[in-house]
């Protein structure tokens, strides 16, 4: 999307403004988000708005992204550029609908694929626990490519869970994804069971939160944790991983990845743990991962 940006914006701003471009820009729905610099005239941002506009006969609003995504919520702040004021837009990706507000619940189309290569990985039976659900993505697209499973989804911000309601809704799955408010610890002391595999994607923040997956996990069973991680690209995902194994014996690595590239040396990472040292069912999981992927995997 950088080069696509950089291509369109030929003629309207400087070679020196177009370089300066960071990120490209994301699709959304009907909605696109771009990334500006900080110092660029806000006659210039309108400029690129409207260019967006009337380049891409589906959009109905620009917004501008003037900070990262953080906090617990995992939120940023926007600034509309060009177009209709309202944040609501309605996504689609791999046969599911997803209604997201881009200024008050976290989304990203950048991960489709991981979500996909996640869905993919579930076996009928499993019981899932999504500790941070946010619209709903991970967990619906699980419930519409799995016929016997059951989503636990927890999320903390009540926008984000009040879409999760109504994409649940649309998707019809509510016999499958199973919505929780609040505090995702506080939701795994009310289980009496042990999870198949659980998700972690707030890689802020998804470390302090590993104490509780380790004791829901079940033996044999995946957690697919994010983290954001700073250093050298092909070192990241080893190190990241060895962090947590000082911590935590009991897990093994059945595959690691970087995901997106958030900025300079900075990399969203996706590691596979495997509870337990169960040798073989990390070769199965594993070579089951390569199968779909074309990756190699650890022995």
Request: charged share 35%; with cysteine.
């Amino acid at each position: 999307m950088t080069k696509l940006l950089r291509e369109m914006l030929q003629g309207i701003l400087s070679r020196e403004e177009i370089e300066g471009l960071a990120g490209g820009f994301d699709l959304i729905g009907d909605i696109a988000v771009v990334k500006l610099p900080e110092d660029m005239e806000p006659e210039k941002r309108k400029m690129i708005g409207d260019m967006l506009i009337s380049k891409i006969p589906r959009l109905k609003a620009v917004w501008n992204q003037i900070s990262p995504f953080e906090g617990t919520y995992r939120l940023r702040k926007v600034e509309l550029i060009a177009g209709k004021e309202d944040s609501i837009t309605e996504y689609k990706e791999h046969g599911i609908r997803l209604f997201v507000d881009i200024r008050r619940s976290y989304f990203s189309p950048r991960l489709s694929e991981e979500r996909l290569r996640v869905a993919r990985l579930v076996n009928e039976g499993e019981k899932i626990f999504n500790m941070f659900s946010g619209v709903g993505s991970y967990s619906i697209l699980i419930a519409k490519r799995v016929k016997n499973v059951k989503v636990y989804s927890s999320e903390i911000n009540e926008d984000a869970y009040r879409l999760m309601l109504k994409n649940i809704a649309v998707n019809k799955v509510q016999d499958k994804v199973f919505p929780l408010l609040g505090d995702c610890r506080e939701h795994a002391r009310d289980f009496d069971f042990k999870f198949d595999r659980i998700i972690m994607s707030l890689p802020e923040e998804a470390a302090s939160y590993l104490p509780t997956a380790s004791e829901i996990i079940r033996e044999g069973g995946t957690v697919h944790f994010y983290s954001m991680v700073k250093g050298d690209k092909k070192k990241v995902t080893s190190e990241e991983f060895q962090r947590i194994k000082e911590k935590y014996k009991d897990f093994e690595l059945g595959s690691a990845r970087i995901v997106t590239e958030a900025g300079p040396r900075i990399y969203e990472v996706a590691l596979d743990l495997l509870a337990h040292d169960k040798r073989s069912f990390l070769h199965e999981e594993a070579k089951r991962e390569a199968t779909l992927t074309g990756s190699g995997y650890l022995p």
